[in-house]
């Protein structure tokens, strides 16, 4: 979708038309989440700091997020979506992958089943969508950019291998400022220098990536379209208004940020092993602590205790913007199950 | 504050009770040792708030006083010295502690002894004295199954339980258990206490096991008393499982088999088992024993085959490996049994041959196959 959340504000205010606007907090912490077409042109972007957004863009109107509204409309599209396949693999709320291979309206025409979404879906929500259609997932989300927005592109089986090569190293989707200014040094730019390279050196620096990097820019990617991907993570974060300063004020808002990742742990009934506390300090840099238990849990009474070890297990370094808590090996991973398979004593 | 003392006896009592030193003191005045003269005797103390040991030793001194000292520079100088007197030498006024040797002196600043933390004094106690041995064997033979999870912080200590017939020790995870008894040794009264791991091994590097040891416990706290080392240690707060109650009571299946053997094959198999499941598969037929393991994944896989004295039904039961070996390894005997009802409940391990004032029983979970 196209610049979601405004679209979506636009659509719902007719006031806001033509407009550039900005949907999330105005105030001094405020990230802008997503930016109207109108705005970009000044060069708001999203996750932009709203007071650089506002100064780049004098008339910009910030808009509050509706979740709730953008989730409706999100269920609204994928309904479409499952008119053609039921392999949709969402990315995020205005974002999936379809393998539309053999699909329910037996037209072999991905391109064709592409631009009809993309008309059901301006008729029947009223927002503009756009598409990539290639042979794997990556490829198509490239190309998803390429003519965006409200437009579509496909990249047939034989113009894969030179479109990637002539990519821009920052435009592959997983590339993003770290590592493209890291490709830069190691003198890559482009999908060709990328592909000069071997596996051995592409992992040595890259680590696992590297072997994804080398595979993606041959066009190899055998990831399938899952229609149920398994979460790996549930967390729950929170910015301040102001730095907090002590431990005291830190767990304070940690227990609310407790009760909100119990909820949602509640919600998608999942229990996880590995508790993560992330503090994110006034300059901008980032820790994470954590600590991996026994047993799998999802109640605040369990992970809290945890959380406050780790939160007074060391001095914070500096005063803190941003903390979160996250779960993760979570049990509904595949080898959990088999590590349960060992019974317990009924204690 | 002066005294002389020889450098390796000196380092033999610090290194006993070096053990208690933590890595993450709140209190920096942790990572001392407390010197106290009294009567012409030297009593040295290191504490983490949980646990505290002291040792004693006689030296040369004219005046009494305390000081703390840094535990690392310490050791770290008394490790590097050959056995020689050494004199020490305390400023009281700022504490700065100076050491004179053979070659040359070293100074350092230590901290006053009045700032250390008392250690708690012990109202209301029950006191026992139970021989050295005994408590080793018991630390050895249940201190591997004590289980790591935080949040069922009573399973990470020792159960003691106390009765004028015997004294129990049991150590759970809920993947496994051990249950100690020794009837050679009594208490007065009955009563029981759970105590932490730390304690428990600093026990276990000190203990000789020819020694007297007398312990004073109360609600929260207990002390050790034997050789010249006083340790000094809070108990787990909390109600321990009712352990009695998982141990199963009708076992019909019963393998008695060689234990050095039964081990090694375990050993040889395992390797080629899962690497998080660990799991092995022990199957029963007749008169012999086959053990199996297999890692799908990387299409390994073992058997072995071994005689044993069977009785019972035929069977297939899955273990963790790792339980079975660490388990095995604690017993001492040269044959041992395996008790088992069914391929999903417990299986009682134990020596073969009872022992007259000695009861071990092991228990482990099974692992459940097919899935």
Redesign the interface.
């Given at each position: 979708m196209d610049a979601f959340y405004a679209s979506v504000e636009q659509m719902d205010n007719p006031e806001l038309r033509g407009k550039p606007i900005a949907v999330g907090g105005s105030k001094e912490r405020g990230v802008v989440a997503a930016a109207s077409y109108e705005a970009r042109k000044f060069g708001v972007k999203s996750a932009m700091a709203s007071v650089i957004a506002a100064r780049r863009c004098p008339h910009l109107i910030f808009v509050k997020p509706r979740f709730e509204r953008y989730k409706e409309i999100s269920n609204q599209i994928r309904s479409i979506f499952f008119d053609y396949t039921d392999l949709v693999e969402p990315l995020s709320l205005d974002e999936a992958f379809l393998d539309v291979t053999n699909n329910k309206v037996n037209n072999p025409s991905a391109s064709l089943i592409a631009e009809e979404i993309r008309i059901r879906i301006k008729d029947e929500v009223g927002l503009n969508a756009s598409a990539g259609i290639s042979i794997n997932k990556f490829t198509a989300k490239v190309a998803s950019d390429i003519n965006k927005p409200n437009g579509q592109k496909t990249i047939g089986p034989d113009e894969v291998l030179k479109f990637l090569e002539n990519l821009p190293i920052n435009k592959f989707f997983g590339v993003g400022k770290v590592t493209a200014s890291k490709m830069h040094l190691h003198g890559i730019f482009t999908g060709k220098q990328l592909k000069e390279q071997t596996m051995g050196y592409l992992t040595r620096y890259f680590g696992k990536s590297g072997q994804h990097f080398y595979n993606i820019v041959r066009g190899i990617q055998n990831s399938e379209v899952q229609p149920d991907r398994i979460r790996k993570s549930i967390a729950a974060e929170r910015t301040f208004l102001k730095d907090l300063s002590t431990e005291d004020f830190m767990l304070e808002q940690l227990d609310k940020i407790g009760d909100e990742l119990e909820k949602r742990l509640i919600k998608s009934n999942v229990k996880g092993k590995t508790i993560t506390v992330k503090l994110k300090y006034s300059d901008f840099t980032t820790q994470t602590r954590s600590k991996t238990?026994?047993?799998f849990?999802h109640l605040k009474r369990?992970f809290f205790?945890?959380v406050k070890d780790l939160i007074y297990q060391e001095k914070p370094k500096d005063s803190v913007r941003l903390l979160g808590i996250t779960l993760t090996k979570l049990n509904n991973e595949a080898?959990s199950?088999?590590?349960s398979?060992?019974?317990?004593?009924?204690? | 504050m002066n005294f002389v003392i020889s450098s390796t006896s000196l380092l033999k009592h610090l290194q006993g009770i070096s053990g208690v030193l933590s890595t993450n003191n709140t209190l920096p005045i942790l990572d001392n040792f407390l010197f106290e003269i009294v009567d012409g005797r030297l009593a040295v103390s290191a504490s983490d708030l949980e646990t505290t040991m002291r040792t004693s030793m006689e030296i040369e001194a004219k005046e009494e006083g305390k000081i703390a000292i840094p535990a690392k520079l310490l050791l770290d100088v008394l490790k590097n010295l050959p056995d020689q007197p050494c004199t020490f030498s305390v400023n009281p006024d700022n504490f700065a502690v100076e050491i004179a040797y053979d070659n040359g002196k070293s100074k350092m600043v230590g901290y006053n002894g009045d700032d250390f933390p008392r250690t708690p004094g012990l109202e209301q106690s029950n006191s026992i004295t139970i021989s050295g041995e005994i408590i080793s064997n018991a630390i050895n033979k249940t201190l591997f199954a004590t289980?790591?999870?935080?949040?069922r912080p009573v399973m990470s200590g020792v159960f003691c339980e106390f009765s004028p017939e015997s004294i129990t020790f049991v150590a759970?995870d809920?993947?496994k258990?051990v249950r100690y008894t020794r009837t050679d040794s009594q208490a007065s009264g009955s009563s029981s206490f759970i105590l932490p791991k730390k304690p428990l091994n600093l026990l276990k590097s000190n203990l000789k096991g020819d020694e007297e040891v007398k312990l004073e416990y109360n609600d929260s706290n207990a002390v050790f008393t034997f050789n010249d080392v006083v340790l000094v240690c809070r108990l787990i707060d909390g109600k321990y499982?009712?352990y009695e109650a998982?141990i199963p009571k009708e076992n019909p299946n019963v393998l008695r088999i060689d234990r050095l053997q039964f081990l090694s094959s375990i050993k040889r198999v395992s390797i080629f088992s899962?690497k998080?499941?660990h799991?092995i598969k022990l199957k029963l037929a007749g008169s012999e024993l086959s053990l199996s393991a297999e890692d799908i994944d990387f299409s390994n896989e073992a058997n072995e085959r071994l005689t044993c004295n069977y009785a019972g039904d035929d069977m297939e039961i899955?273990f963790?490996s790792r339980f079975l070996m660490e388990m095995l390894n604690n017993l001492d005997t040269s044959e041992v049994r395996l008790e088992m009802s069914e391929p999903?409940r417990?299986g009682l391990l134990m020596p073969s041959e009872d022992n007259e004032h000695e009861d071990i029983l092991m228990?482990v979970?099974?692992?459940?196959l097919n899935?």
């Open positions: 238990i026994a047993e849990i369990d205790p945890i080898d199950k088999s590590i398979a060992q019974l317990k004593l009924d204690f | 289980g790591v999870d935080d949040l759970t809920a993947h258990l499982p009712n998982v899962n998080t499941t799991q899955g963790n999903s417990a228990l979970m099974p692992v459940m899935r």
